[in-house]
């Protein structure tokens, strides 16, 4: 019996994969397996087949190539790889990539938080149990919840949700507050522009997101928690509920997890589609089914949160991560990065990129090696013009400064923003007086309307940046760019949250390294 893997994550889905699945099920002497995606989505469908000597792969593979691939598969697991850089080459069959760990993609990658995706079948706890699964739980359970605190706060873990807020902290903070009722919630509400990774975790490895949440829980007093899924998100929805109810019926959640005397149940919410959900306390305010509104802080989350209780409110990367700091200890976590940007950041390479898809990486990483030497540049083979980094309110980064090294001071010294690690590529036909435009219009659509500077100064942002694009007298062009600026300070310094304080981030960056496209002069002023 040959075991086939064919990715049932929603990218390779999107291109194929389930008719791949099904061309070779039923087929004689074939298991298929559906695991998540490895990452490599330009050359998706990836089908990997169990060998003698280990997986292999054979890239972007079609229903109509599958009597191909298992008439050849034998022979053609003994050649040399064909497409180790790039989109597989036309073939009668897939082409063959070897060893997918071999795979120079991978083998410059650090892969902690995603080290089984891909690999595991994301049905399976026992399989997720073979490659390293629940020992940082079982660990955890034999610790005092205080013990386990600490050690998250000494690996150096930041959210990575955006905020890069010490996870540690967060958790010392949830354990030391008064109260029998404790919560423990993840934000998978994943809106920003060309970011994949929590659907892609939550799709290929739930069990690292259950295990970590359980440690959660452990290490702060918890006995609920809640996965906060956005809408747009079906396959992952599908798939963490499906883990729940295995996990419930193996032990690894319920009444008494692993005879500790742990209590703590998951349960997954579905998000409406609101991009603000995925800011924290608005999403606190959806999960107790109530509008999807900001609320003014203080009190913070992690003393009053959801239904007024404690609650802890992470991304699902900075959870899925924890498993790993207790298996292997904090000290091996944190011997990854630079600075205070401890550990790794899972990079999500989108828009007009050669070589798309989820790669993880020490932070320190330049850039330009992200851009160039993992995506390889733009799909279109036209010169990089912007990378927008950390979503629709991230700012543009110019060619000229891809050297900046992708940590959180580092970025944040430059003038730019890490956020979840979204990375989109732009050749030289973009228009940056559109982008800009797109971010005040998109900060007008998704508003929760609370708060006046993020309502009404990004409508207001929209119009202005019109009247400025259409030129005008010179002293209207004046008039209109003051307003733009003035606009931003407000929105900044006057928004409830990150959604309207975010908003003038690409706006200015794009007026600072792109003014020619405002009518406006190298100095920024009025031509």
Known sequence: MTRFFVPGDAAAVSVGADEVAAALTGQPGVEVVRTGSRGMLWLEPLVEVDTADGR?????????????????????????????????????????????????????QARLTTARLGVVDPADPDDYARHGGWVGLRRALGMAPEAVVEEVVASGLRGRGGAGFPAGVKWRTVAGAPGPLKFVTINADEGDSG???????????????????????????????????RSEYPHAIATMRRAVETARTGGWLGPDILGSGLAFDVEVRVGAGA???GEE??????????????RAKPPIPALSGLFGRPTVVNN????AAVPSILADGPEAYAAHGVDRSRGTQVFQLAGNVARG????????????????????????????????????????????????????????????????????????????????RFAMEFCAKESCGKCTPCRIGSQRGVETIDRLVAGGTESDRRANLALLQDLCTTMERGSLCAMGGLTPMPVRSALTYFPEDFGLSADGEPR
């Open 195 to 229: 970011t994949f990774a929590d659907r892609m975790l939550m799709e290929g490895d739930p069990f690292a997101l259950i295990e970590g949440m359980a440690i959660t829980a452990w290490a702060v007093g918890a006995s609920e928690g809640y996965v906060f899924i």
């Open 316 to 319: 699902v990367l900075t959870v």
């Open 56 to 108: 292999v792969g054979f890239a972007n593979v079609s229903p109509g190539q599958v009597g191909a691939l298992l008439a050849d598969a034998t022979s053609v697991c003994s050649r040399e790889p064909t497409a180790s850089a790039g989109p597989a080459p036309e073939a009668d069959h897939p082409a063959y990539l070897g060893p997918l760990d071999e795979h120079p993609w991978m083998t410059r």
């Open 281 to 294: 306390t608005s999403m606190l305010s959806t999960i107790e089914g109530r509008r999807g509104e900001v």
């Open 275 to 277: 991009y603000i959900c």
């Open 357 to 436: 898809g989820l790669v993880e990486v020490d932070f320190g990483i330049t850039l330009r090696d992200l851009v160039e030497g993992f995506g390889g540049g733009t799909r279109s083979g036209r010169p990089v013009r912007a990378v927008q980094v950390g979503g629709p309110l991230g700012a543009y980064v110019p060619a000229d400064r891809l050297d900046v090294p992708l940590a959180y001071e580092a970025m944040a010294d430059a003038g730019f923003m890490l956020g979840h690690g979204g990375v989109v590529v732009f050749d030289d036909t973009v228009d940056m007086g559109r982008m800009a």
